[in-house]
């Protein structure tokens, strides 16, 4: 027979919130992970369809290949073409998010193969994108947002005034915070969040729990 569905966790928060910490935290104390980023930036190198519907909004020399002959795709053209243009992001959105949500799927399909008991989806934009439609929980990870810009300056990622524009494009975190079902402040150092992410933990697992002996 076949277990039981794993309890679906999203863990979301805005540009240099620390989420990505937390769902690797989350992973190393037993969590599977789905990280829909890093997902999507795969089937924007591999999948066809998406390299096809990508080269008709942005133009084909977006891609080049490298000298060993794999694709290689333009991020930062495509960032500030759709951080200035909100009918960009969405039109790129469109392409990708559907791609995201099937392959989560099969993700769900594996860990309840598996037993495993809480599977961690992370994405950047859960619920501007669909993305919290069919999970148990939702976790939000907020931070100082000029903490975010420093963090999201020392990462590379731009420069102040890129990072802001990124950020106007994310919703706010009083509004992903209104929607969340469990908030986790990152405020201190990446101890402090550890600490904080285990005491998120022991509550997924409960509701996990909670979830199983009801029959969810």
């Not at 519907?53 to 694709?71: C, P, Q, R």
Request: aromatic share 6%; net charge neutral.
């Amino acid at each position: 027979m076949m277990p039981a569905s794993p309890f679906l966790v999203g863990i979301t928060g805005g540009l240099g919130s620390g989420k990505s910490m937390v769902c690797h935290f989350l992973s190393e104390m037993g969590c599977a992970l789905f990280e829909s980023d890093r997902v999507a930036k795969e089937l924007q190198l591999h999948d066809p369809q998406v390299i096809e519907g990508i080269k008709a909004l942005f133009g084909a020399d977006v891609y080049s290949l490298n000298t060993a002959g794999s694709l290689v795709l333009d991020r930062k053209k495509i960032a500030s073409c759709v951080f200035s243009s909100s009918a960009k992001l969405d039109d790129l959105n469109r392409i990708i998010h559907p791609k995201v949500a099937d392959e989560f799927q099969k993700a769900v399909f594996n860990a309840r193969r598996q037993g495993t008991k809480i599977l961690v989806k992370e994405a950047a934009i859960l619920f501007e994108s669909g993305g919290n439609e069919g999970l148990d929980a939702v976790v939000v990870v907020v931070a100082d947002v000029e903490e975010r810009i420093a963090r999201a300056v020392q990462k590379g990622m731009g420069v102040r005034e890129e990072i802001m524009q990124r950020l106007a494009a994310q919703w706010p975190q009083d509004k992903l915070m209104a929607k969340a079902d469990y908030v986790l402040f990152n405020k201190g150092t990446p101890d402090e969040l550890k600490k904080e992410t285990e005491v998120l933990y022991s509550r997924l697992l409960a509701a996990a729990s909670h979830c199983t002996d009801h029959g969810v």
